[in-house]
Nanobody
Framework: QLQLVQSGGGLVQPGRSLRLSCAASGFTLDYYAIGWFRQAPGKEREGVLCISSDFGSKYCADSVKGRFTISRDNARNTVYLEMNNLKPEDTAVYYC??????????????????WGQGTQVTVSS
């Protein structure tokens, strides 16, 4: 079965850090761009970070610049979202997604081929 399996997340205090993982099962991520998205209650889905298949291009939303980073380990077939200095407004369900051939950079959400199951991140004291 071709899927992305997410891990990590949970409840964390403001200012702390979390790392989310996204592992591919049944296919290799080598030729896919990977995006991280989030959706807070009552809000639209937001693209957070994206990294190209060749590591050459990265996209980062203004809301997380300087705090979140994306990395990939093709040998482990896994992509990571490192979140530092978390704020209450970062509370959301986070999703990873993979796209092989995006029409633009960063690729729009409807072009992604595979999506993770989502993981809740709650930032609260």
């Amino acid at each position: 079965q071709l899927q992305l399996v997410q891990s990590g997340g949970g409840l964390v205090q403001p200012g702390r850090s979390l790392r989310l993982s996204c592992a591919a099962s049944g296919f290799t991520l080598d030729y896919y761009a990977i995006g991280w998205f989030r959706q807070a209650p009552g809000k639209e889905r937001e693209g957070v970070l994206c990294i190209s298949s060749d590591f050459g291009s990265k996209y980062c939303a203004d809301s997380v610049k300087g705090r979140f980073t994306i990395s990939r380990d093709n040998a482990r077939n896994t992509v990571y979202l490192e979140m530092n200095n978390l704020k209450p407004e970062d509370t959301a369900v986070y999703y990873c997604a993979a796209v092989q051939n995006g029409s633009t950079w960063p690729p729009p959400p409807d072009e992604y081929d595979y999506w993770g199951q989502g993981t809740q991140v709650t930032v609260s004291s």
